[in-house]
């Protein structure tokens, strides 16, 4: 297995800048996820630590080895992508055997690893089909078990699950996180769904527009998210943001106060707190007077748009069912350990819990 280490990426194709200098670590046998919108380098990323794209600046070592001039063939890696693109005139045997034969792999061995691979997916008994004969999931399946077959050093994954419906993408993104474990292997898998990235990743490498914003583990990101965009981009439905004010040891925000905040500076800031840390009713903390303006039930949780001041929304996140209605007034108050802080400017944290 092998640590993956990129020291400065930039890359252009012509005059679009794809990535604006990147630096990332991924250890030894460590998952670590690609998180961010359309379009912020993902993909790019991972074609670069594949030797698929050469990188306009930076290098990039695996073990300390400086591998950025070599060519995919000569990388112990593996790559699946979003399509899976299965050859279609090929047997399940034989798409999973392919890698094999061109590295010229004896017979014999050839099909002791296809069995094993086979094996670890669970698709035994679909060698003999051929990739239109099975569905989505077990073609999934047929392009992990052809990736992982050549015992990779670096497993790389690109969205492989988008082409899934939603229960086999909770399924199978369970199965990948084991698999990985199970193997050992280094991975770095790309998405951009949240969830998937929490449950797979040890480490999340959070993107945007070719830079990577935060790099922690899921706790990390979702309790100390670095900035705004990562604070906004994690968690469903999003964070609260509003605009906020220090003076000496106050905090403003819209029409309420919170005394005692102690962060040793004054002046225009943004206030976030998730819609699962506020309450309704409580006396703590930051407190706002509203009206309701709309619940949404989703079952196991309620959402709760409420009206704090003209045009001023606060979204509210209950487990259960809630006995309110559009129109009512409420109070509301959002502990101090959920408060987080951001510079105006910069958008980069201060503070979280104040
Ligand atoms: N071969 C290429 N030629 C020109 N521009 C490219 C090329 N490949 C990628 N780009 C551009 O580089 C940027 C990053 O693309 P990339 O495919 O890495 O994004 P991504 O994060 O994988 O997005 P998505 O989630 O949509 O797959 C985009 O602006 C894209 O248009
Ligand atoms: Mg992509």
Redesign the pocket.
């Known amino acids: 297995m092998a640590s993956v280490r990129l020291e400065g990426i930039v890359?252009r194709?012509?005059s679009?800048v794809?990535?604006r200098g990147v630096d990332l670590e991924i250890e030894d046998g460590e998952s670590m996820v690609l998180l961010?919108?359309?379009?912020?380098?993902?993909?790019?990323?991972l074609?670069i630590v594949a030797g698929l794209e050469k990188p306009t600046m930076g290098r990039v070592y695996f073990n300390d080895r400086d591998v950025t001039n070599l060519p995919p063939r000569d990388r112990n890696v593996s790559m699946v992508f979003q399509s899976y693109a299965l050859w279609p005139h090929m047997k399940v045997y034989d798409n999973i055997a392919f890698p094999l034969k061109i590295r010229r792999v004896p017979e014999n061995e050839v099909r002791k690893k296809v069995r094993w691979a086979a094996e670890l997916m669970e698709i035994e008994g679909l060698l003999d089909r051929y990739p239109h004969q099975l569905s989505g999931g077990q073609r999934q399946r047929v392009a992990v078990a052809r990736a992982i077959v050549v015992e990779p050093e670096v497993l790389l994954m690109?969205?492989p699950l988008s082409n899934l419906d939603a229960i086999l993408r909770v399924k199978m993104r369970s199965e990948i996180k084991k698999l990985q474990r199970r193997l050992g292997v280094t991975m770095i898998y790309?998405t951009?769904d949240q969830v998937e990235a929490m449950v797979i990743g040890d480490r999340i490498a959070v993107?945007n527009d070719?830079m990577i914003m935060q790099v922690g583990s899921p706790n990390q990101i979702y309790r100390e998210p670095a900035n705004t965009f990562v604070a906004t981009f994690i968690g469903s439905p999003q964070m609260n943001m509003m605009d906020g004010y220090l003076e000496g040891r106050v905090l403003y925000v819209a029409n309420s106060r919170l005394d005692d905040v102690d962060l040793g500076r004054s002046g225009k800031v943004i206030v976030g707190f998730r819609p699962e840390r506020v309450l309704i009713g409580g006396f703590e903390g930051l407190r706002f007077k509203g009206r309701i303006d709309f619940v949404e039930n989703l079952g196991s949780t309620t959402i709760i748009h409420v009206e704090v001041e003209k045009g001023r929304k606060i979204v509210v996140s209950i487990s259960g069912e809630a006995s309110l209605s559009q129109g009512e007034e409420v109070t509301i108050s959002i502990p101090r350990d959920a408060i987080h802080v951001f510079d105006a400017k910069t958008g980069r944290a201060i503070a979280h819990g104040v």
Do not use: I, N
């Not at 961010?36 to 990323?45: D, E, F, I, V």
């Open positions: 890359k194709f012509g679009t794809a990535l961010g919108p359309s379009g912020c380098g993902k993909t790019t990323t074609r690109d969205e790309v951009h993107m070719g």
